[in-house]
């Protein structure tokens, strides 16, 4: 299927043959335990900056998921060994010494405490590195070792991939120095092969965020090898997945940086002003402990990337032995994989302006591709959720203002073409394996926003003034339209935003000319999930006085609409009577999201995010305060020492099962993928659970 795409590279996940064989484990099917497979030798070297750590403890962990699971569940110790005075390791995987891994599970490794130099040991220092698939060290052979380089960098990669993942027990009772590092992920976010079953009420899916965050670290630095090759253990310049992107490799080399202060020392508490307790100092979030290691930091720094930037960039300074660094402290820490296209079957299409994107419920990213804003030619792409390449479809001239973007559970994309400038108004069915436009559904008026619930029926509204505000289409009498006794009718301007809850309300924001208050309303279900019905007339409320440019909308995990407006996010909650929605208020508002928030979502933590269409085009999002945290994610190509930030007309925006947020870059020509920052999400908007994390 598809998804077996995602196989890309050493990091794949596991498909076809493989899930025939595993078939129980990481799938939630069944209840027989997986097999488990030989490894192979494991050898590597561990560093802090130029310095070899002697004496550090190294552990070689699997995870765990088994029904019970949760994030940061405990993990398998598989092998330990301590580093020499060179800082390598082997384990010995011969006699009674041999071990095995799980067929399923993925395979990590820390070391804990060591020495460099004439220090005393560091009780905190922590370094990581993620190896991937537990299959994949048992396909290495004796003579193709698998080979690890861990450093401050494999610490950054693994803190920002998979530090939604990361438990750290600091008094596990082994002593300082011998933190136990636990990685892991329920169920139903550890799929080998994502997959969907039913639908509506009955709709289930499984999603492989953890997975796909090993992967994001395998895109960051060349840490594993499994070919017998001592890995670089530099940071890339591209993805191994995509040559057509770029790492932001200097940023990296400061996370390096500022990671060597505290490693190569014999440590320190926050507050008492050594390196180690500046770092800890420096990387404590609000209303939180301060970490007491080094990676524990590192996650904080990925998390809460505006935190302290100055200070922790100049502990950079004094030890760049990661070089190239950046020059200058960035605007935040927050990190960006900016694709700037794909290259399928040896043919590369370029992002030159991706107007808008979504997610399918494995991760895939689609993204409807433009010449510029008022475009000549549409085009969709597809790519897995490390950037490795599913399709790329031939170009349109025929449907040409695509506008909505979204995925079905029966393996399609649509999309709307909003033709009030071209002639031809459409909803557009693509093929998700191939990108290929099966269907054209003929539509008035024009289509705008797109939504599509859990029965698959698609929503649509219309950015024609004076005309009804939401349409729908039933999959069920293929694709027909529905006629509503009431149907939700235009109050203020068009609606340029749709969004369907878990109940299937569906949530609409309206657009208003320059200084007019604009308005949120729901068409509310008067049925049930798995029989919808809607007789009564939108419910609306009034954004605050001034509120307009009303584009996006977004639904969080307890059930509120979250509608950009202007340069702020406005929370409605809802009024029930009997279950069916029947009035909506305005109750937050938080201020400086961005100018003019194009697009809205929720990550699994209820942090609300926004992208911008004008100023910056910083990406902002607000986790309960009421002005917004500000980002501009740095992009930095090949070399380059200074972060690239200057992302204009960010159209799109959503969030994946690993806690990747992925933007629509319009302006720049990029797709990016932000890592670190936000909770892992169900991806998809129509599996019926946005801003929940998948458990």
């Keep these: ?158 803190a920002y991939s998979l530090g939604r993942f990361i438990a750290i027990d600091e008094n596990s009772g082994a002593g300082p120095g011998m933190q136990l590092v636990n990685v892991g992920a329920p169920l139903n976010n550890n799929a080998a092969t994502p997959a969907c079953t039913g639908s509506g009420a009955t709709l ?94 590192m996650i904080n720094v990925a998390q809460n990337p505006t935190t302290q930037v100055a200070n922790l960039f100049q502990l950079s300074t004094p030890r760049n032995f990661f070089t190239p660094a950046l020059t200058a402290a960035p605007s935040d820490f927050s990190l960006a994989i900016a694709y700037s296209g794909t290259t399928y079957e040896g043919i ?3 992002f030159v302006y991706p107007y808008s994107l979504t997610l399918d419920y494995a991760d895939n990213v689609y993204v409807l591709l433009a010449d510029k804003s008022s475009p000549s030619y549409t085009a969709l792409a597809g790519i897995t959720a490390n950037g490795t390449s599913l399709f790329s479809s031939g170009e349109s001239r025929t449907y040409i203002l695509p506008v909505g973007l979204a995925t079905d559970t029966l393996g399609n994309v649509w999309s709307t073409n909003n033709g009030t400038r071209h002639g031809t108004l459409a909803l557009l069915d693509y093929v998700a394996a191939t990108g290929l436009l099966q269907t054209v559904y003929f539509v008035t008026p024009a289509p705008y926003a797109l939504a599509i619930d859990k029965s698959n029926n698609v929503w649509y509204t219309s950015d024609v003034t004076g005309q009804q505000d939401v349409f729908e289409l039933s999959q069920a009498t293929g694709y027909l339209p529905v006629s509503f006794a009431s149907p939700p009718a235009q109050t203020v301007g068009p609606p340029y935003g749709i969004a369907i809850d878990a109940g299937q309300n569906v949530w609409f924001v309206d657009d208003t000319a320059s200084g007019t208050t604009g308005l949120a309303g729901v068409f509310p279900n008067t049925g049930s999930v798995a029989a919808p019905a809607y007789a009564d007339a939108a419910v609306t409320a009034s954004l605050p006085s001034g509120q307009y440019a009303s584009v996006g909308i977004a639904i969080d995990g307890s059930g509120n609409g979250w509608a950009g407006s202007h340069d702020s996010l406005s929370k409605f909650t809802s009024s029930q009577t009997s279950g069916v929605i029947t009035s909506i208020a305005e109750t937050k ?18 942090s609300v995010w926004a992208s911008a269409t004008a100023g910056s085009g910083s990406i902002a999002y607000s986790v309960a305060g009421a002005t917004a945290i500000k980002l501009s994610p740095c992009y930095a190509p090949a070399g380059a020492q200074t972060c690239a930030t200057g992302t204009q007309d960010n159209r799109s925006l959503q969030i994946d099962s690993a806690g990747s947020v992925w933007v629509a870059a319009s302006g720049a020509g990029y797709v990016l993928q932000l890592i670190g920052t936000a909770a892992p999400t169900w991806p998809q908007l129509s599996l019926g659970q946005p801003g929940v994390e998948p458990q």
């Excluded at 960051?220 to 040559?243: I, K, M, R, W």
């Excluded at 508490?269 to 609000?286: M, Q, R, T």
């Excluded at 508002?589 to 209820?606: I, M, N």
């Design 1 to 158: 299927m598809t998804q077996c795409v995602a196989a890309a590279l050493r990091l794949s996940l596991l498909c076809a043959s493989t899930v025939a064989a595993i078939s129980m484990s990481g799938c939630g099917v069944g209840t027989v335990a997986a097999p488990r497979i030989p490894i192979a030798s494991i050898h590597g070297r561990v560093h802090g900056g130029p310095n070899p750590i002697q004496g550090g403890s190294v552990i070689l962990w699997e995870t765990q998921t088994s029904a019970t699971s949760s994030y940061g569940s405990a993990a398998l110790q598989l092998a330990t060994a301590t580093t020499d005075e060179g800082g390598y390791f082997e384990f010995d995987n011969t006699g009674s010494g041999a071990y095995t891994c799980t067929i399923g599970e993925f395979a990590y490794i820390t070391v804990t405490g060591g020495l460099t130099g004439s220090n005393a040991a560091n009780p905190n220092s922590i370094q990581m590195a993620a190896i991937g698939p537990c299959i994949d060290l048992g396909n290495a052979s004796d003579q193709n070792n698998t080979e690890i380089f861990l450093s401050e960098l494999s610490t950054a990669a693994a």
């Design 204 to 297: 289930a899916c499984t999603a492989a965020g953890l997975g796909h965050a090993f992967a994001n670290a395998a895109n960051l630095v060349d840490a594993v090898e499994f070919d017998g090759v001592l890995p670089s253990g530099l940071a890339y310049t591209a993805p191994p997945s995509n040559t057509q992107a770029s790492v932001p490799q200097a940023l990296l080399n400061t996370l390096g940086d500022i990671q060597q202060a505290c490693v190569n020392t014999s440590g320190g508490v926050s507050g008492d002003n050594s390196a180690c307790g500046n770092l800890f100092k420096y990387s404590k979030p609000a209303s939180k402990a301060a970490p007491t290691d080094t990676l524990q930091a």
């Design 348 to 350: 590369p299409t370029s």
């Design 589 to 606: 508002t938080v201020s400086g999201s961005s100018s003019a928030p194009h697009s809205v979502e929720v990550d699994g933590a209820g």
